[in-house]
């Protein structure tokens, strides 16, 4: 049975599949306000390594109930990664969709789950078109020094291997607010972090990214809920010789097994971890905060100084405490927070008035960035 009310106004179908949620949204098409709550549907982990070409089940009923009670012009959808080939909004057809479905090995956690969904939807009674948008949109002039690895030009030019940078739409939309909040500056430095189930940081002068954590695929840099983040690549190496891992063993360690929820012993929610007194919980807190001070500190370096830092995603919109011990200590930084800080509505501002680094946490809306993305492109 229907649960949405219908809603008769023409709207576009936002759908954001993340490493631990589907979150979605319709937009009146005309005033591309929001016209329906974003309500995120659980879903299961993806499957690691497993083959793209599998059946895909009819769309799920959330989905369904969406399309049946809304006039959907168009789907909006965010995939992680296009490869070398996408950055720009996509419409979708069938042969870029057959490319699309080889990119899954690139971004496991995420790829899988948009690509079920466009299949899905390609599948409906409905044959609405569907627009893909990608994360590293925002990303794709990082400067030269940030986009490469220390690897032969050989293998570099062969694949095209770069910093491709990802949770692009969450990170613009952390610079809006940013440029909201201090428009009178026009020559700015920025920290932005994005903090859910995959965590990323970027570095950010007036307003253009010039370096992110995330890198080839999203498994690069901070710690993350079931991803390793940076690991010394010789380790691995020796691991796989030690295991007899193959590349599907080697994928399903380190973005299934790894992160907190691998360190602290199977703890999922990061609320949990940070409530826990146990050692080993503890630990993979301290080493989730000792990542982002690190990366803060290398990003203060590459920027010559810093104006502010907006923090983001599940962790810090939820979660003002962390967000604190995030910061703390960072005194030499110039770092100075309000104490004591409550939960409260966000945005919120962490920090004293004469601080002079300013930190905010803010909802970033992916949703709104994905659309002023594609509004550059099409009209609907
Ligand atoms: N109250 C909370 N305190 C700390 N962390 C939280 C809280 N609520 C949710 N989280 C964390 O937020 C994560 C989800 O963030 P989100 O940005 O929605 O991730 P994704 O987009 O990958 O699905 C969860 O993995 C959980 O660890
Ligand atoms: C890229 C990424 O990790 O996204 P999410 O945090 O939504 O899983
Ligand atoms: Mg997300």
């Known amino acids: 049975?229907?649960?949405?009310?219908?809603?008769?106004?023409?709207?576009?179908?936002?759908?954001?599949?993340?490493?631990?949620?589907?979150?979605?949204?319709?937009?009146?098409?005309?005033?591309?306000?929001?016209?329906?709550?974003?309500?995120?549907?659980?879903?299961?982990?993806?499957?690691?390594?497993?083959?793209?070409?599998?059946?895909?089940?009819?769309?799920?009923?959330?989905?369904?109930?969406?399309?049946?009670?809304?006039?959907?012009?168009?789907?909006?959808?965010?995939?992680?990664?296009?490869?070398?080939?996408?950055?720009?909004?996509?419409?979708?057809?069938?042969?870029?969709?057959?490319?699309l479905q080889t990119l899954i090995p690139l971004a496991p956690?995420?790829?899988?789950?948009?690509?079920?969904?466009?299949?899905?939807?390609?599948?409906?009674?409905?044959?609405?078109?569907?627009?893909a948008v990608f994360d590293s949109e925002f990303f794709s002039d990082l400067p030269v020094l940030s986009q490469i690895y220390g690897l032969s030009v050989a293998l570099t030019e062969k694949y095209r291997l770069r910093r491709y940078g990802f949770h692009g739409f969450a990170h613009e939309s952390m610079v809006k607010h940013w440029e909201a909040v201090k428009p009178k500056a026009e020559h700015y430095t920025l920290v932005t972090a994005q903090l859910g189930s995959g965590c990323s940081m970027a570095a950010i002068r007036d307003g253009k990214p010039v370096d992110t954590t995330m890198g080839f695929t999203p498994n690069e840099g901070l710690l993350m809920r079931t991803r390793s983040g940076d690991i010394d690549p010789g380790l691995l190496t020796w691991l796989q010789w030690q295991e007899g891992w193959t590349p599907e063993d080697t994928d399903r360690v380190l973005n299934c097994e790894s992160g907190w929820r691998g360190l602290s012993g199977g703890i999922d929610n990061m609320a949990d971890l940070f409530a826990s007194e146990q050692f080993q919980h503890q630990l993979a807190f301290d080493f989730f905060r000792y990542r982002f001070q690190k990366t803060l500190g290398a990003y203060f370096a590459i920027l010559g100084g810093l104006d502010g830092i907006v923090l983001s995603g599940g962790i810090a919109e939820n979660n003002v405490d962390i967000c604190c011990r995030l910061l703390s200590g960072l005194s030499h930084l110039g770092i100075a927070l309000k104490e004591p800080l409550v939960q409260s509505a966000l945005p919120l501002i962490l920090s004293q008035p004469a601080s002079p680094v300013q930190c905010w946490v803010v909802a970033a809306d992916e949703a709104d960035s994905m659309l002023r993305s594609i509004q550059h492109h099409f009209s609907f």
């Open 109 to 131: 956690l995420h790829n899988k789950a948009a690509i079920e969904l466009i299949e899905q939807l390609r599948n409906t009674r409905f044959s609405i078109p569907v627009f």
């Open 1 to 99: 049975m229907s649960s949405l009310p219908r809603y008769d106004k023409p709207v576009l179908l936002v759908l954001n599949p993340g490493s631990s949620s589907i979150k979605w949204s319709t937009h009146n098409v005309s005033a591309l306000e929001y016209a329906g709550a974003t309500v995120p549907v659980a879903i299961g982990q993806a499957g690691v390594g497993q083959s793209a070409a599998q059946t895909y089940p009819g769309a799920p009923p959330w989905l369904t109930d969406v399309l049946t009670n809304h006039d959907v012009r168009a789907v909006i959808i965010r995939v992680v990664h296009g490869g070398s080939e996408y950055l720009k909004p996509l419409p979708i057809n069938d042969d870029n969709f057959r490319q």
